[in-house]
């Protein structure tokens, strides 16, 4: 099985800030990386597919980075709605999440 | 709008079967595969199992292998997910999710979850 780890865990920030989270993978998962977005008491929400494919909907603040075993989830202008949990997953051999990055108000 | 909603949650004992079902709406949905993902209270996110449009291929974590069964029947709309053997560790929140495409294994949509408790 493939272990992701994110850091750091939860990070302090405030609007205006940039913010990057790091996702790192035991093993490669070559491009095959996604971010989601999760609001307490709600799903998560797909952001980013493919390491830097945005999806449909998504502001453009929002942009990922990396291949093989290392990831970076960017946010250039942190905005009040991007308060949230933040997972990566890599998908090249099924399915595994990171553990998770809070991102909270400073 | 694509419309996913989980139903059949509850509290159940130890060792106890449960079925989940996920009804679908606002898209083709032979046309996609579908997931199981849940959510312990206050953790990570954990992969469950996925099915093909089809129906014709579907795999499970390990951590569920032999005791959980992904099915679904593309005509209802619907996803289901039997779980016999339950333990404490399965309680959590489910969610059913549309793949992106027919199985990339990316989740481009959630349903609201329905929440299992394992407990004597």
């Known amino acids: 099985d493939i272990q992701m780890t994110q850091s750091p865990s939860t990070l302090s920030a405030s609007v205006g800030d940039r913010v990057t989270i790091t996702c790192r993978a035991s093993q490669s998962v070559i491009i095959w990386l996604a971010w989601y977005q999760q609001k307490p008491g709600k799903a998560p929400k797909l952001l980013i597919y493919?390491?830097?494919s945005l999806e449909s909907g998504v502001p453009s603040r929002f942009s990922g980075s990396g291949s093989g075993t290392e990831f970076t989830l960017t946010i250039t202008s942190l905005q009040p709605d991007d308060f949230a949990t933040y997972y990566c997953q890599q998908y090249n051999s099924y399915v595994s999440f990171g553990g998770g990055t809070k991102v909270e108000i400073k | 709008e694509v419309h996913l909603v989980e139903s059949g949650g509850g509290v159940i004992q130890p060792g106890g079967s449960l079925r989940l079902s996920c009804a679908a709406s606002?898209?083709?949905?032979?046309?996609?595969?579908m997931h199981w993902v849940r959510q312990a209270p206050g953790k990570s996110l954990e992969w469950v199992s996925v099915?093909?449009?089809?129906?014709?291929?579907?795999h499970h974590a390990d951590s569920v292998k032999g005791r959980f069964t992904i099915s679904r029947d593309n005509s209802k709309n619907s996803l289901y997910l039997q779980m016999n053997s339950l333990r404490s560790e399965d309680t959590a929140l489910y969610y059913c999710?549309?793949?992106?495409?027919?199985?990339?294994?990316?989740?481009?949509?959630w349903g609201q979850g329905t929440l299992v408790t394992v407990s004597s």
């Open positions: 099915i093909s449009g089809d129906g014709s291929n579907s």
């Open positions: 999710a549309k793949d992106i495409s027919q199985t990339t294994l990316v989740m481009g949509y």
């Open positions: 493919e390491t830097s």
């Open positions: 606002g898209f083709t949905f032979e046309d996609y595969g």
